[in-house]
């Protein structure tokens, strides 16, 4: 896992290593800027000639900006610095590095005014490579003004733009845009990487991120308790199940997934089939309607289970399928009916209290606003709910969640006690050990289906074991890169939630 952090987070880890371990803010910012230079280095691989323009505000961002184009010089390459603040306004370290850059026989041009911007426009535009230094991580206001035509400028680039830290503009919390934000080809981002960028929205403006080593130890930000990772290949690969040469359909376990309807009967075979593409022993689709068969896939047994055939919602039957099935884990709510019986069900699940579940779709609806009795019952719980579901759970609106996606995760962790898994681009995982960001996936799994895919792998995870924290991190990352298998094969425009299904057992070969 690597690490993830707030810009509060990385201002206490920059203090704890200048004043702790004595290592001096220039130095950091020496080391920092020369990353951005070896970034500009191999965005201009191949390229004679190249001319970049480095635009530096006043701040510790600007310093990296001039650090970085001294090392430009040094190696031959045409490096202009822009200064988008009145000169007077650089101080301290950065003020150092202006300095030495110009002392370097470095060029600094002044952009602090709409006429000195206007003058310098298309030579900005022109370069090959423009770098953004203009704000970093402590932002906290709105970008305005001349500013914003800074920003504006950047942004009309015809070559690459290289951000320092964080995309100018960027909630580095958040992602998202403070009035505006630079769009980055390449992110350089010191020491660890930022909340912002990894997570949505903020990291389709990063591009790619690279996390440059300053000299701040890791062993800094474990001992602060930081809690929000990246997850990577290696996490997923220490979290796959390990199966015997005397495994059988048993001892793989057996999930009961509650799944379809009329009209929906495909989410009962999505979720059957991924079940069993995971690893899953035995399925058995207890479909709440009369038909099931129709929607189960070969391999997987069917039971009937209708919610409003029975004054109970189905919660007896229910019990009889469990036991008869020694089921070890269960799925409820793709495609379900949204009537008082499928209530009833989606509780007699989520209150079982004794085998793990799923709860995804209507399940999570006819649980809204019921955060507290989902905290009261002792069965170990995965809640799978997309940005509008978690909306519901909680009572607010889109907006707010995606607007802090991470806040949002937390206040479900926190309100129900269970794991969580809030879906859309850069899914993330929490639980009461922390929060992990999923770095698979692509916009071809924005198509109906691939939820129910995902709490398919699920439970088929815990069916064979896994505990719901690692269940979920493991399923998402796996449903994740069996969607980047499937990009890659048809094309993210083609992708179907059965082609995910058919891909899940090359990504678990892919980590074994």
């Known amino acids: 896992?690597?690490?993830?952090?707030?810009?509060?987070?990385?201002?206490?880890?920059?203090?704890?290593?200048?004043?702790?371990?004595?290592?001096?803010?220039?130095?950091?910012?020496?080391?920092?800027?020369?990353?951005?230079?070896?970034?500009?280095?191999?965005?201009?691989?191949?390229?004679?000639?190249?001319?970049?323009?480095?635009?530096c505000g006043?701040?510790?961002n600007g310093g990296d900006g001039f650090v970085a184009a001294r090392w430009l010089l040094a190696h031959g390459i045409a490096a202009v610095v822009y200064l988008a603040a009145a000169r007077d306004g650089v101080r301290g370290d950065a003020a150092l590095f202006?300095?030495?850059?110009?002392?370097?026989?470095?060029?600094?041009?002044?952009?602090?005014?709409?006429?000195?911007l206007a003058a310098h426009r298309a030579d900005i535009t022109a370069a090959d490579v423009v770098v953004d230094a203009v704000f970093g991580t402590g932002l906290g206001r709105e970008v305005t003004g001349h500013l914003r035509a800074v920003i504006e400028a950047i942004n009309a680039a015809a070559g690459r733009i290289i951000a320092v830290d964080v995309p100018s503009g960027m909630n580095a919390d958040t992602g998202q845009p403070m009035g505006i934000a630079c769009a980055a080809d390449t992110t350089v981002t010191m020491a660890f990487a930022k909340i912002?960028?990894?997570?949505?929205?903020?990291?389709?403006?990063?591009?790619?991120?690279?996390?440059?080593?300053?000299?701040?130890?890791?062993?800094?930000?474990?001992?602060?308790?930081?809690?929000?990772?990246?997850?990577?290949?290696?996490?997923?690969?220490?979290?796959?199940?390990?199966?015997?040469v005397l495994a059988h359909k048993g001892s793989r376990g057996h999930v009961v997934a509650i799944a379809g309807s009329p009209g929906k009967r495909g989410a009962g075979r999505l979720v059957a089939s991924a079940c069993l593409r995971a690893g899953a022993g035995l399925v058995t689709l207890a479909s709440p309607w009369r038909g099931a068969e129709i929607s189960?896939?070969?391999?997987?047994?069917?039971?009937?289970?209708?919610?409003?055939?029975?004054?109970?919602?189905?919660?007896?039957?229910?019990?009889?399928?469990?036991?008869m099935t020694r089921a070890r884990a269960v799925v409820v709510g793709p495609g379900m009916p949204v009537t008082a019986g499928g209530q009833t069900l989606a509780w007699a699940v989520i209150e079982n209290g004794d085998i793990p579940a799923v709860v995804d779709a209507?399940?999570?609806?006819h649980a809204a606003e019921e955060l507290e009795r989902i905290a009261r019952t002792k069965t170990p719980l995965i809640l799978t709910p997309h940005p509008g579901e978690a909306a519901r759970l909680l009572g607010t609106e889109v907006a707010v969640i995606e607007g802090d996606r991470v806040a949002a995760i937390r206040e479900l962790c926190a309100r129900t006690g269970k794991v969580v898994v809030l879906k859309g681009a850069r899914t993330l995982v929490g639980d009461s050990g922390g929060i992990t960001i999923n770095p698979t996936g692509n916009p071809g799994l924005a198509t109906a289906g691939t939820g129910d895919v995902l709490a398919g792998v699920c439970a088929a995870l815990l069916a064979q074991g896994l505990g719901p924290g690692h269940a979920a991190r493991l399923a998402v990352y796996v449903h994740g890169l069996a969607g980047d298998g499937a990009a890659a094969r048809l094309g993210e425009a083609g992708v179907t939630a059965s082609d995910v299904v058919a891909e899940i057992p090359g990504a678990l070969c892919t980590l074994s």
Do not use: H
């Open 1 to 55: 896992m690597k690490y993830v952090v707030t810009a509060a987070q990385m201002r206490a880890l920059d203090a704890a290593t200048i004043d702790g371990l004595g290592i001096p803010g220039a130095v950091l910012m020496e080391t920092a800027g020369r990353a951005v230079a070896d970034a500009v280095d191999s965005a201009l691989a191949g390229v004679t000639g190249g001319m970049v323009a480095v635009i």
């Open 58 to 60: 006043g701040g510790n």
């Open 98 to 116: 202006l300095a030495a850059f110009e002392k370097s026989g470095g060029q600094v041009r002044s952009i602090a005014t709409a006429e000195a």
């Open 196 to 244: 912002g960028l990894a997570t949505s929205p903020g990291f389709a403006r990063a591009g790619g991120v690279t996390v440059a080593d300053i000299g701040i130890p890791e062993a800094l930000a474990a001992k602060a308790g930081i809690d929000v990772c990246l997850m990577e290949a290696g996490d997923a690969r220490a979290l796959l199940p390990r199966r015997s």
């Open 296 to 323: 189960a896939p070969d391999p997987v047994m069917t039971a009937e289970l209708d919610p409003d055939a029975a004054g109970d919602g189905g919660s007896g039957r229910l019990a009889e399928i469990l036991a």
């Open 362 to 365: 209507d399940a999570l609806n």
